[in-house]
Nanobody, 116 residues
Framework: QVQLVESGGGLVQPGGSLRLSCATSGSIFSIVAMGWYRQPLGKQREFVATISWSVGSTFYADSVKGRFTISRDNAKNTLYLQMNSLKPEDTAVYYC?????????WGQGTQVTVSS
């Protein structure tokens, strides 16, 4: 079992920045990759970014390229999402995802609201 706890969400102004964190615990040795997904109100959950846990290779959705950066601290077993130049359309519940060889795990989500 893997447990994920997100933090760092909140209300920010357009053009502002926010950093999300996802702390992992449990059988984290099985994790091969992690990622961030988001679900705007009334819409389906969508991919944001992923990173391999060992190598650190990254992949981003076109909508966030150049603005968001996914990273991980293996020593702290923590995933991050640095969000810059935030737009109102970035408003969503952001979910942390851990991927093992057999199953996926999800965090509880954290609300990000971009509004003036």
């Amino acid at each position: 079992q893997v447990q994920l706890v997100e933090s760092g969400g909140g209300l920010v102004q357009p053009g502002g920045s926010l950093r999300l964190s996802c702390a992992t615990s449990g059988s984290i040795f099985s994790i091969v990759a992690m990622g961030w997904y988001r679900q705007p109100l009334g819409k389906q959950r969508e991919f944001v970014a992923t990173i391999s846990w060992s190598v650190g290779s990254t992949f981003y959705a076109d909508s966030v390229k150049g603005r968001f950066t996914i990273s991980r601290d293996n020593a702290k077993n923590t995933l991050y999402l640095q969000m810059n130049s935030l737009k109102p359309e970035d408003t969503a519940v952001y979910y942390c995802k851990a991927m093992s060889r057999e199953k996926d795990y999800w965090g509880q989500g954290t609300q990000v609201t971009v509004s003036s």
